[in-house]
């Protein structure tokens, strides 16, 4: 199996900047696709940014220009970072991985992961 770890939510100020980090453990064989959700209070999960095993990008239209994502693949990371906030992006942030992972010797996947998510406050 894999494991997510999220780090660097927090309140801000709008204006300011974060940087959240997701690390992935396990016996893991590769990480294919990468990327950030947010859910707000009330609101649907929806998908931030995604970065593709060759290092394509995309963006949600609202964070583009804001927002950067980046991957490390020796740490088995994805980064989210968020400058100019907003208090429009204040939600819960949830990284998401598809990877393929040992099974003993077989190797099984790609399956999606979900971080437990963490809370980024953007004071206005």
């Known amino acids: 199996q894999v494991q997510l770890v999220e780090s660097g939510g927090g309140l801000v100020q709008a204006g300011g900047s974060l940087r959240l980090s997701c690390a992935a453990s396990?016996?893991?064989?590769?990480?294919?696709?990468m990327g950030w959700y947010r859910q707000a209070p009330g609101k649907q999960r929806e998908l931030v940014a995604a970065?593709?095993?060759?290092?394509?990008?995309n963006y949600e239209d609202s964070v583009k220009g804001r927002f950067t994502i980046s991957r490390d693949d020796a740490k088995n990371t994805v980064y989210l970072q968020m400058d100019s906030l907003e208090h429009e992006d204040t939600a819960v942030y949830h990284c998401?991985?598809?990877?393929?992972?040992?099974?003993?010797?077989?190797?099984?996947?790609?399956?999606?992961?979900w971080g437990q998510g963490t809370q980024v406050t953007v004071s206005s």
């Open positions: 998401n991985e598809h990877a393929t992972y040992y099974l003993g010797r077989t190797i099984v996947g790609p399956y999606g992961f």
């Open positions: 970065i593709t095993s060759e290092g394509n990008t």
């Open positions: 396990g016996n893991i064989f590769r990480i294919n696709d």
